[in-house]
């Protein structure tokens, strides 16, 4: 019997973008032994005297959730209809869930786009990772990419990433990305030694979260990158090659940025493969 938390939300609004957030959801599930819930939200009517969303609109757009997450393989799917503020209703919906998967954009006909609305909001107040979908840049890839910065939510990324490996069968990658505003160099062309020591202090960092990962994952292969630019610029580049990115909800502001505000908007934005955030 699947508990609570074993099943993935996914919010469909019948266009395109959900079609291919609802059928990572499927394949999602089917790795993971998941149920999926697909969350249909209608805007509550302004008018009194509308007489709301049609009987047939409802069962239109319900049938092709099911049809699109059962020709994705999806074996055990429900569909639930709610009426009201679209953001508040998919974060209630997936208060207790693995994750809430969300397409890039949304449908005209039913409300905002996605992406510039209730992604950037869910992914901001969601209780469990939220995962926006876009199309691979490369299709055949193969890894799954993680931001590495010490920082709570940053572990949490990586256990997350790491079950979303072990599930599929991936290489997963530890990304630490550290730039300092100036790089300053004496007559000879050399760093100080303060910067060399803080270069090498997180080279040596991400060996062993590394180290940690691996012993909490054993067989799974992980590889660790230290990249010293933009930790945002870091993973759209890593994004071209990865089948998914995960970040975590907030950065540790002694050496990153705070992720949502800047490195997860950034990666949110212009990453060319579906993106993770977890709180």
């Known amino acids: 019997m699947s508990t609570p938390s074993s099943r993935i939300v996914v919010g469909y609004d019948g266009s395109p973008e959900s079609d291919e957030a609802a059928r990572w959801a499927a394949s999602t599930a089917l790795l993971r032994g998941e149920r999926i819930v697909a969350v249909v939200v209608a805007e509550s009517t302004v008018s009194t005297r509308s007489q709301g969303w049609p009987v047939s609109w409802w069962q239109e757009i319900e049938q092709q959730a099911v049809d699109t997450l059962a020709g994705a393989g999806a074996t055990e799917v429900a569909v639930e209809r709610h009426v009201g503020n679209r953001v508040r209703t998919l974060l209630d919906a997936a208060d207790d869930a ?4 969300l397409g890039s954009r949304g449908h005209s006909r039913i409300g905002e786009v996605v992406l510039g609305s209730v992604s950037q909001s869910a992914a901001r107040h969601a209780r469990c990772p939220v995962v926006v979908v876009r199309q691979r840049h490369a299709a055949s890839a193969h890894r799954i990419v993680v931001g590495s910065d010490d920082s709570e ?3 949490r990324a990586l256990d997350f990433a790491c079950t979303q490996a072990q599930a599929g069968g991936q290489q997963m990658v530890m990304i630490r990305a550290w730039k300092p505003f100036t790089v300053p160099v004496d007559l000879h062309g050399d760093v100080p030694p303060a910067l060399a020591s803080t ?4 080279e040596e960092a991400l060996a062993k979260s ?6 909490r994952f ?3 292969d992980i590889v660790g990158e230290f990249i010293a630019t933009a930790p945002g610029q870091v993973l759209v580049d890593a994004s071209y090659t990865a089948a998914l990115v995960v970040v975590g909800s907030r950065g540790r502001t002694a050496l990153t940025e705070t992720v949502l505000g800047s490195v997860s908007n950034r990666v949110l934005q212009d990453a060319r493969c579906p993106v993770a955030v977890v709180h």
């Open 199 to 202: 270069l090498l202090n997180e």
């Open 153 to 155: 939510p940053s572990r």
């Open 218 to 220: 054993p067989g799974l």
């Open 210 to 215: 590394v180290a940690e990962q691996r012993g």
């Open 98 to 101: 693995s994750m809430l998967v």
